[in-house]
């Protein structure tokens, strides 16, 4: 089993920024790429981003892209989501997800986090 653990999140105005945690325990052996899905109120949840496992490949939401940076450390089993210009629309529950295999993306996930709530005013 393996377990993801989000933190980071809170509220914030605005244009200002957060950046959410994930880092990842158990059996983690093997290649496995993360990602983060959010789901806001009376919403489906949704892709926000997915990295790869060794961190080289990135893939963004048009709604995030270019405000949203994912990372990888590998060390540490850590993804960090750095969001800035955050807009009342980006307002959910952040669920870290990973997947295992050599795909280089989170796809359909196979484990999830209990989610963070990241709250935007206007």
């Known amino acids: 089993q393996v377990q993801l653990v989000e933190s980071g999140g809170g509220l914030v105005q605005a244009g200002g920024s957060l950046r959410l945690s994930c880092a990842a325990s158990?059996?983690?052996?093997?290649?496995?790429?993360m990602g983060w899905f959010r789901q806001a109120p009376g919403q489906e949840r949704e892709f926000v981003a997915t990295?790869?496992?060794?961190?080289?490949?990135?893939s963004y939401a048009d709604s995030v892209r270019g405000r949203f940076t994912l990372s990888r450390d590998a060390a540490k089993n850590t993804v960090y989501l750095q969001m800035n210009s955050l807009k009342p629309e980006d307002t959910g529950v952040y669920y870290c997800?990973?997947?295992?295999?050599?795909?280089?993306?989170?796809?359909?996930?196979?484990?999830w986090g209990q989610g963070t709530q990241v709250t935007v005013s206007s």
């Open positions: 997800a990973a997947r295992f295999g050599v795909q280089a993306v989170v796809g359909d996930p196979q484990y």
């Open positions: 158990g059996r983690t052996f093997g290649p496995y790429a």
């Open positions: 990295i790869s496992y060794g961190g080289s490949i990135t």
